[in-house]
């Protein structure tokens, strides 16, 4: 199994080092050549207008949502959730637009903000012990489609979500040493 971590901006070193420890064979993903024989992508944090950006002009938009109707599995974070899914409430920033569901950016507030929330998601096997779920500028799911479903919600706002071949988060466990969404995401490769 061979996934990679879009590597132009945000969180994707975190990402590698997880991914790595739960055995994968993990590559940094800069150009649109990377992303040949991949099983799986994650698409990190950071900010999504930026990252948005530079996909669009290293050609990866196009060829990521090729990839994916071939089968590859797609793992988005904060910001990979914003530009997964097909509308970002007040934004026209570049977007894979493979999600179907609406998101609203930085829904839970500014930096100062941030905050931790123990969340129970028994899908992952996290039913006994609640995955611990790092929230930086974080979206939410506001509306989404019925092929989605809601995995985990933070006060009746969806932060884990799946869609086929696709996982989204809008906090960060690449920043905590729990590894089950990452196994999960490894899990959902092989399906």
């Not at 040949?36 to 944090?45: A, R, S």
């Not at 989404?144 to 006060?155: M, S």
């Not at 086929?164 to 988060?169: A, E, Q, R």
């Amino acid at each position: 199994m061979k996934i990679g971590v879009l590597a132009l901006q945000g969180a994707f070193r975190e990402h590698k080092q997880m991914l790595e420890r739960c055995g994968a064979k993990v590559c940094e993903v800069r150009k649109t050549e990377e992303l040949e024989g991949l099983d799986g992508l994650v698409l990190p944090g950071g900010e999504s207008t930026t990252i948005g950006k530079l996909m669009v002009k290293f050609g990866l938009l196009e060829k990521i949502q090729e990839r994916y109707a071939e089968g590859m599995a797609i793992y988005g974070t904060c910001a990979g959730m914003i530009l997964l899914c097909r509308d970002i409430i007040g934004s026209d920033q570049p977007r894979l637009g493979l999600f179907g569901a609406r998101v609203r950016r930085n829904a839970f507030g500014r930096q100062r903000e941030s905050f931790e929330a123990d969340l129970f998601v028994p899908e992952m096997e996290a039913g006994e012990k609640p995955i611990r779920a790092v929230f930086i500028r974080a979206p939410y799911l506001e509306k989404v489609g019925p092929d989605v479903q809601v995995l985990a919600e933070v006060n009746g706002k969806a932060v884990i979500a799946r869609q086929g071949k696709i996982l989204t988060t809008s906090f960060h466990p690449e920043l905590t040493n729990d590894d089950r969404i990452h196994q999960y995401f490894l899990k959902m490769v092989t399906e």
